[in-house]
Nanobody
Framework: QVQLVESGGGLVQAGGSLRLSCAAS????????VGWFRQTPGKEREFVAL????????YYGDFVKGRFTISRDNAKNTGYLQMTNLKPEDTSVYYC???????????????????WGQGTQVAVFS
């Protein structure tokens, strides 16, 4: 099983940028699709982005609208989420996870993901 640790969150002004990292250890990282999700108190965990095993295909939540870019470096066992033009509504705890369920196809459902990290807080002020 793979273990994941997120980092890179922080406090940023609206319109600013942050790059989140997801460091993996344990089982080979490259065998997994990697997803980013976010969750604010009282709300369900929300799909943000997903990247294929080799990094060639990416998928995003509708709200992203070209502002975020997901990537990965399998040689470094690390995934990334570059966030630009941040808005106050992007304030949330961001989590990375690997797709462990229904792996014959991509998924955006939290139930199909596992090895969740502890999350990293992103706060955007106007």
């Amino acid at each position: 099983q793979v273990q994941l640790v997120e980092s890179g969150g922080g406090l940023v002004q609206a319109g600013g940028s942050l790059r989140l990292s997801c460091a993996a250890s344990g089982r080979t990282f490259s065998v997994y699709r990697v997803g980013w999700f976010r969750q604010t108190p009282g709300k369900e965990r929300e799909f943000v982005a997903l990247i294929s095993r080799n990094g060639c295909a990416t998928y995003y939540g509708d709200f992203v609208k070209g502002r975020f870019t997901i990537s990965r470096d399998n040689a470094k066992n690390t995934g990334y989420l570059q966030m630009t033009n941040l808005k106050p509504e992007d304030t949330s705890v961001y989590y990375c996870a690997v797709q462990t369920g229904n792996t014959y196809a991509i998924s955006r459902r939290t139930v199909d993901f596992g090895s969740w990290g502890q999350g990293t807080q992103v706060a955007v002020f106007s």
